[in-house]
């Protein structure tokens, strides 16, 4: 039986490269920090400006080394009474995308709630494809979270 290879360091830098490739010829995008950790794990933050969506994403992204996935994740800052009262619908639309929710424990009453949106892909079968359709994934995934709090007051609801 044919015994399956860790991912190292150098498999990481050919994604984080495939990444750029992609996205700089997709979108504007820029790396914000980058860099490998001394026991291999890469963590990056890219700042993304796509062309149909008005405002800057910071797109995170984390591969450890020796696993076999990357994952990537957008944040999203929603008052904490609003959490209370749309989590459940927040994990529900979360789950149709594949996508898990991550809420960051509030500070203190009327604070927001940080909240992660994480996706994640397979490093043995990463390519540009399989990074846009994650990208593209989390991305429809955060506008669908988004758009439940149009009926909220401007300024009120999440950022």
């Known amino acids: 039986m044919k015994k399956r290879s860790i ?66 994740w957008l944040d999203i800052e929603i008052d904490t009474e609003i959490w209370e009262k749309k989590h459940e619908n927040i994990l529900r639309v979360a789950s149709r995308y594949d996508v898990a929710v991550d809420p960051a424990p509030a500070e203190g009453e009327g604070d927001k709630r940080l909240c992660r949106l994480y996706s994640r892909a397979w490093i043995p079968s990463f390519s540009q494809r399989i990074f846009g359709l994650t990208l593209s994934n989390l991305m429809e995934c955060k506008g669908a979270v988004l758009s439940m709090f149009s009926d909220q007051p401007r300024g009120h609801a999440c950022s």
């Open 7 to 72: 991912p190292g360091k150098s498999d990481l830098e050919a994604i984080r490269n495939q990444i750029l490739d992609f996205a700089c010829v997709a979108h504007d995008f820029r790396a914000a920090t980058d860099e490998f950790l001394h026991n291999g794990d890469w963590i990056g933050v890219f700042v993304v400006e796509f062309r149909d969506h008005p405002k800057e994403e910071r797109l995170h992204c984390e591969a450890p080394s020796g696993e076999h996935f990357v994952r990537f």
